[in-house]
Protein backbone atom coordinates (compact mmCIF):
# COMPACT_ATOMS: atom_id res chain seq x y z
CA UNK A 1 0.00 0.00 0.00
CA UNK A 2 2.76 2.55 0.69
CA UNK A 3 3.73 2.44 -3.06
CA UNK A 4 0.31 2.54 -4.49
CA UNK A 5 -1.40 5.03 -1.90
CA UNK A 6 1.67 6.57 0.22
CA UNK A 7 -0.34 9.59 1.50
CA UNK A 8 -3.18 7.18 2.85
CA UNK A 9 -2.23 5.86 6.31
CA UNK A 10 -3.14 2.59 8.31
CA UNK A 11 -7.04 3.11 10.13
CA UNK A 12 -6.88 -0.23 11.67
CA UNK A 13 -8.15 -3.22 11.05
CA UNK A 14 -11.58 -5.64 10.94
CA UNK A 15 -13.24 -8.61 9.45
CA UNK A 16 -15.38 -8.10 6.70
CA UNK A 17 -18.75 -10.65 7.52
CA UNK A 18 -20.29 -13.13 4.54
CA UNK A 19 -17.57 -12.52 2.42
CA UNK A 20 -14.78 -14.88 1.20
CA UNK A 21 -11.49 -14.53 -0.27
CA UNK A 22 -11.16 -16.36 -3.71
CA UNK A 23 -8.84 -16.09 -7.17
CA UNK A 24 -10.14 -15.34 -10.71
CA UNK A 25 -8.97 -14.02 -13.93
CA UNK A 26 -5.82 -16.19 -14.04
CA UNK A 27 -5.58 -15.39 -17.89
CA UNK A 28 -4.90 -11.17 -16.86
CA UNK A 29 -1.86 -11.95 -15.16
CA UNK A 30 1.36 -13.99 -16.47
CA UNK A 31 1.91 -15.26 -12.70
CA UNK A 32 -2.02 -16.44 -11.93
CA UNK A 33 -4.79 -16.13 -10.45
CA UNK A 34 -5.49 -12.40 -9.01
CA UNK A 35 -6.94 -11.84 -5.80
CA UNK A 36 -10.53 -10.95 -5.21
CA UNK A 37 -13.35 -11.44 -2.57
CA UNK A 38 -16.96 -13.16 -2.71
CA UNK A 39 -20.32 -12.97 -1.22
CA UNK A 40 -20.25 -16.32 0.90
CA UNK A 41 -22.17 -16.42 3.85
CA UNK A 42 -20.46 -18.47 7.02
CA UNK A 43 -16.79 -17.07 5.83
CA UNK A 44 -14.90 -14.34 6.78
CA UNK A 45 -12.09 -12.29 5.43
CA UNK A 46 -9.26 -10.40 7.43
CA UNK A 47 -8.50 -6.98 6.56
CA UNK A 48 -6.55 -3.89 6.95
CA UNK A 49 -8.33 -1.01 6.68
CA UNK A 50 -6.27 2.64 5.34
CA UNK A 51 -7.78 6.19 5.87
CA UNK A 52 -7.25 6.88 1.94
CA UNK A 53 -7.33 10.57 0.25
CA UNK A 54 -8.69 11.70 -3.27
CA UNK A 55 -5.27 11.40 -5.01
CA UNK A 56 -4.41 8.24 -3.67
CA UNK A 57 -7.78 6.74 -4.42
CA UNK A 58 -7.35 7.55 -8.13
CA UNK A 59 -4.28 6.18 -7.94
CA UNK A 60 -5.24 2.76 -6.65
CA UNK A 61 -8.18 2.78 -9.05
CA UNK A 62 -5.45 3.20 -12.02
CA UNK A 63 -3.46 0.66 -10.23
CA UNK A 64 -6.72 -2.05 -9.85
CA UNK A 65 -7.56 -1.58 -13.45
CA UNK A 66 -10.88 0.29 -12.60
CA UNK A 67 -10.71 1.77 -15.96
CA UNK A 68 -10.16 -0.97 -18.08
CA UNK A 69 -12.63 -3.02 -15.77
CA UNK A 70 -10.84 -5.31 -14.42
CA UNK A 71 -11.47 -4.44 -10.70
CA UNK A 72 -14.89 -2.72 -9.88
CA UNK A 73 -14.92 -0.52 -6.40
CA UNK A 74 -17.78 -1.72 -4.17
CA UNK A 75 -18.80 -0.18 -0.58
CA UNK A 76 -19.02 -2.89 2.10
CA UNK A 77 -19.66 -2.66 5.84
CA UNK A 78 -16.40 -3.75 7.85
CA UNK A 79 -16.62 -4.69 11.69
CA UNK A 80 -13.97 -3.55 13.70
CA UNK A 81 -13.38 -3.27 17.95
CA UNK A 82 -14.74 0.20 17.56
CA UNK A 83 -17.30 -0.60 15.48
CA UNK A 84 -18.58 -1.51 11.83
CA UNK A 85 -17.71 1.03 9.46
CA UNK A 86 -18.07 1.54 5.76
CA UNK A 87 -15.02 0.80 3.53
CA UNK A 88 -14.90 0.48 -0.14
CA UNK A 89 -12.91 -2.96 -2.05
CA UNK A 90 -12.14 -3.84 -5.66
CA UNK A 91 -13.80 -6.56 -6.82
CA UNK A 92 -12.60 -8.58 -9.60
CA UNK A 93 -15.23 -8.85 -12.71
CA UNK A 94 -14.06 -12.02 -13.73
CA UNK A 95 -14.98 -15.67 -13.10
CA UNK A 96 -13.94 -17.50 -10.06
CA UNK A 97 -11.24 -20.50 -10.51
CA UNK A 98 -7.50 -20.53 -10.72
CA UNK A 99 -4.72 -20.69 -8.50
CA UNK A 100 -2.48 -17.94 -7.43
CA UNK A 101 1.04 -17.99 -7.66
CA UNK A 102 3.52 -19.13 -4.71
CA UNK A 103 4.64 -15.45 -4.66
CA UNK A 104 1.15 -13.86 -4.79
CA UNK A 105 -0.21 -16.06 -2.16
CA UNK A 106 2.68 -15.36 0.03
CA UNK A 107 2.85 -11.67 -0.54
CA UNK A 108 -1.37 -11.95 0.85
CA UNK A 109 -0.27 -14.00 3.98
CA UNK A 110 2.75 -11.83 4.91
CA UNK A 111 0.50 -8.81 4.82
CA UNK A 112 -2.24 -10.27 6.91
CA UNK A 113 0.27 -11.61 9.44
CA UNK A 114 2.43 -7.93 9.64
CA UNK A 115 -1.76 -6.43 10.13
CA UNK A 116 -2.35 -8.95 13.11
CA UNK A 117 -4.45 -11.67 11.28
CA UNK A 118 -5.14 -14.90 14.05
CA UNK A 119 -2.37 -17.15 13.10
CA UNK A 120 -4.80 -19.91 11.81
CA UNK A 121 -6.02 -17.56 9.40
CA UNK A 122 -2.69 -16.54 8.34
CA UNK A 123 -1.65 -20.71 8.62
CA UNK A 124 -4.46 -21.12 6.40
CA UNK A 125 -3.33 -18.64 3.91
CA UNK A 126 0.13 -20.03 3.57
CA UNK A 127 -1.68 -23.33 2.95
CA UNK A 128 -3.70 -22.68 0.12
CA UNK A 129 -3.53 -24.38 -3.31
CA UNK A 130 -1.19 -22.07 -5.23
CA UNK A 131 1.12 -22.32 -8.69
CA UNK A 132 4.95 -22.34 -8.74
CA UNK A 133 4.62 -20.09 -11.57
CA UNK A 134 6.15 -16.28 -10.66
CA UNK A 135 9.33 -15.20 -11.14
Known sequence: MLEIAPHSPA?????LDG??????GADMSWEGALATLVEDPGHQVFVMLYDVNEMDEHLMDQWE???LGIYSKIRVRVMTLEGDVVAWLYVLNDYEGGLPSARYLGMIADAAEVAGAP???VRDLRTRPCSSVGP
Open 119 to 121: EDY
Open 11 to 15: AGVGW
Open 19 to 24: WRLTFG
Open 65 to 67: GTE
